[in-house]
T-cell receptor, first 114, second 116 residues
Framework: DAKTTQPNSMESNEEEPVHLPCNHSTISGTDYIHWYRQLPSQGPEYVIHGLTSNVNNRMASLAIAEDRKSSTLILHRATLRDAAVYYCILRDPTYVGSARQLTFGSGTQLTVLP | NAGVTQTPKFQVLKTGQSMTLQCAQDMNHNSMYWYRQDPGMGLRLIYYSASEGTTDKGEVPNGYNVSRLNKREFSLRLESAAPSQTSVYFC???????????????FGEGSWLTVV
């Protein structure tokens, strides 16, 4: 099964960029890389996803390695509201509903320091 | 746009009692899921339903049953609650989005369940 590996925790200063890494060495060719985050006492929310090319949206940027075995979620200017657990998971749209595609690890706890 | 709605938000049960967590989504998604999250841990999949009329076990199905009532609704039932089932439960759904969407998952706000 394709799995992801993330650091347990990271710290950042407010208004500085944050780079959250994720390793997925067994990724398959059809797996999309998804990032979700979970704020305290809330359900996870979608942040960004990509397949091969780097992606940007209003929340973050996703940098994907050329061999796709790793990726980095980039928050350009961290705010206190960005303190959350960030999950990196792999999703294959051709396996809708497959339990293999729905595993969330422990994620990375991001602490933002004022 | 409500997204994924789950009820109740909080519940205290006595050991051996039964209860049903309700979940509904208004995004016309085919797939729905139930997760549990224990303190300080990640999400673990209990059951999922790839489409109306089908359900499958996830990572931790023991002690639970599910019903995919229709396309919108997916309920989780605890037949005889145990203290080990004290957790936060999240319902989620996903479906075909725009090309390249990669099948994004949308989560409810969670149901805090305590079994005493």
């Amino acid at each position: 099964d394709a799995k992801t590996t993330q650091p347990n925790s990271m710290e950042s200063n407010e208004e500085e960029p944050v780079h959250l890494p994720c390793n997925h060495s067994t990724i398959s060719g059809t797996d999309y890389i998804h990032w979700y985050r979970q704020l305290p006492s809330q359900g996870p929310e979608y942040v960004i996803h990509g397949l091969t090319s780097n992606v940007n949206n209003r929340m973050a940027s996703l940098a994907i390695a050329e061999d796709r075995k790793s990726s980095t979620l980039i928050l350009h200017r961290a705010t206190l509201r960005d303190a959350a657990v960030y999950y990196c998971i792999l999703r294959d749209p051709t396996y809708v509903g497959s339990a293999r595609q729905l595993t969330f690890g422990s994620g990375t706890q991001l602490t933002v320091l004022p | 746009n409500a997204g994924v709605t789950q009820t109740p938000k909080f519940q205290v049960l006595k050991t051996g009692q039964s209860m049903t967590l309700q979940c509904a989504q208004d995004m016309n998604h085919n797939s729905m899921y139930w997760y549990r999250q224990d303190p300080g841990m990640g999400l673990r999949l209990i059951y999922y339903s790839a489409s109306e009329g089908t359900t499958d076990k996830g990572e931790v199905p023991n002690g639970y049953n599910v019903s995919r009532l229709n396309k919108r609704e997916f309920s989780l039932r605890l037949e005889s609650a145990a203290p080990s089932q004290t957790s936060v439960y999240f319902c989620a759904s996903s479906g075909k989005g725009p090309r390249g969407s990669g099948n994004t998952i949308y989560f409810g706000e969670g149901s805090w369940l305590t079994v005493v």
